[in-house]
């Protein structure tokens, strides 16, 4: 879940500084911010961690505290309407998942935002390349027959850079699957999940946490099988990014 959450808050920013670097600004200055954005990359997560644990958890905990009022009164709305054998009660999960906060900071909303900063420098990198690799020639073609830069970006850069973009996406989305030490450091590392603003845990958050008290058999069993599960997925995610990209291909 915060692998997903933090791509839906990348992927605008990094196709937008794609464009922007490759498309609009000057070619001085979009290879300046071309470095610093690669830069960026670099950076240890455990840094990332460490801003997150100073910087953003005081924003998300500002948040947290605007919707505990809305959390509360929700929650009374619903406990009436379960009273009243309402059908409405049956959305109480849905609703209370988005508004209901604990006003610590930790959250699995802090965890996406951090996740999407980490994801950003690769996906738009990527994204950059890829949109670069379109041909002027067809571009200025385009131009030549009236079409706007709007036009250019959505009929001839898009289907052209289509697969890459694709790819750049799942490469994110494995680059934050694995990511531990930064989602550790601000996701209150909870066994639970019971909102977006609530404190949770992921896989490789939890190993990290638990496996130097891991006692006995069970226990590091269970937490060796928690990363069975992480290579799974991963797994998957490979597999039906494979699936997409010869769908692709065999369109084009």
């Known amino acids: 879940m915060t692998s997903i959450l933090a791509l839906i808050i990348a992927i605008p920013f990094s196709l937008g500084i794609a464009l922007l670097i490759d498309e609009l600004l000057p070619r001085k200055t979009g290879r300046i911010l071309a470095r610093v954005i690669e830069l960026m990359a670099g950076i240890p997560s455990i840094v990332y961690g460490i801003w ?27 406990d009436l309407l379960t009273q009243q054998g309402s059908f409405w009660a049956h959305f109480e999960p849905f609703v209370m998942f988005f508004v209901r906060s604990l006003p610590t900071g930790s959250s699995v909303f802090a965890a996406s935002i951090i996740l999407a900063v980490m994801v950003i420098p690769l996906t738009s990198s990527i994204m950059r390349d890829v949109i670069g690799s379109v041909p002027e020639i067809t571009k200025e073609a385009a131009f030549g027959t009236g079409a706007t830069r709007w036009e250019v970006t959505k009929k001839i850069i898009f289907p052209f850079a289509a697969p890459g973009l694709i790819g750049a996406i799942i490469l994110g989305f494995g680059r934050a699957l694995g990511e531990t030490m930064a989602v550790t450091f601000v996701i209150g590392n909870v066994h639970s999940l019971q909102g977006l603003f609530m404190p949770s845990a992921t896989i490789s958050s939890a190993i990290a946490n638990e496996f ?29 990014s494979r699936v997409i990209l010869k769908r692709y291909k065999a369109k084009g």
Do not use: C, R
Request: aromatic content about 10%.
């Open 212 to 240: 130097n008290e891991a006692l006995g058999v069970i226990y590091p069993a269970a937490l060796v099988e928690t990363g069975l599960i992480l290579f799974l997925i991963t797994l998957v995610v490979l597999v039906i």
């Open 52 to 78: 997150g644990l100073f910087v953003l958890l005081p924003w998300v905990k500002v948040i947290q505290a605007k919707l505990m009022p809305v959390s509360q009164a929700w929650q009374a709305k619903f």
